[in-house]
């Protein structure tokens, strides 16, 4: 049974810093790890991937503030959040992709945590 558990949410200040892991168990040959997160009213985004060979992308509005980084030996995953603003409050999901027989894609994701940037 595939489990991703995510942990490190909270609530800042804007400016501070949170750092966020997932543990991941259950699986193996995963293509991609990613972080999402989700305001609410709004539909879930994209803040970081890294693939299997190691390329890593970043939303926009998180580049050069956010840092995705693995620790593959113990399957956990970290995102580095680094300058928050009030516009980064949302839950945030981990995710697992993982390619299967005749190119099929399977999405695993954690149950989210919640990060809170207010003053």
């Known amino acids: 049974q595939v489990q991703l558990a995510e942990s490190g949410g909270g609530l800042v200040q804007p400016g501070e810093s949170l750092i966020l892991s997932c543990a991941a168990s259950g699986i193996i040959d995963i293509s991609a790890m990613s972080w999402y997160r989700q305001a609410p009213g709004k539909e879930r985004e994209m803040v970081a991937t890294?693939?299997?060979?190691?390329?890593?992308y970043y939303l926009d509005s998180v580049k050069g503030r956010f840092i995705f980084s693995g620790d593959a030996a113990k399957n956990i995953i970290y995102l580095q959040m680094n300058n928050l603003k009030p516009e980064d409050t949302a839950t945030y999901y981990c995710?697992?992709?993982?390619?299967?027989?005749?190119?099929?894609?399977?999405?695993?994701w954690g149950q989210g945590t919640q990060v809170t940037v207010s003053s």
């Open positions: 890294s693939t299997s060979d190691n390329a890593n």
């Open positions: 995710s697992a992709l993982k390619y299967g027989a005749g190119n099929a894609q399977y999405r695993y």
